[in-house]
């Protein structure tokens, strides 16, 4: 489980023995950020990381403090993951994700915000 806020900052993270999460930084096509551009908007996806993993997210962005006309919204957005949720089924096409970019080995990233310490 992770949260996040409005500036993209991983605000908490639940570590899962599965999942290796770094503890800075995360990938950009991870379904929370997408949360945040739509507040109440609950949003499911399958993911698919770069060893092959199968992972469902569950992500949601709520309003912590209302916008004015002085302060914009303070947004956080949770994310849940499931590890290999159905083993064996036939699930739509994974969005193919990293758990952040440096330490992420796919080389035809179009989100990729830096470069990547793995060797290709």
Known sequence: M????VAGVLRF???VAEI???????CPLWPVFQALGAPGLPIRRDLV?????RLRAFAVAEAAAPASFDMPPQT????????????????????P??????V???????ARREPSIMSA
């Open 2 to 5: 992770v949260v996040v806020d």
């Open 13 to 15: 993270q639940r570590p």
């Open 20 to 26: 290796s999460l770094p503890a800075t930084g995360a």
């Open 49 to 53: 990381l770069p060893g092959g993993q």
């Open 76 to 95: 956080t957005a949770t994310m849940l993951l499931v590890a290999d949720p159905e083993p064996g089924s036939d699930r739509a096409d994974p969005l």
């Open 97 to 102: 994700v990293g758990t952040g970019c440096r």
């Open 104 to 110: 992420c080995p796919r080389v035809d990233c179009q």
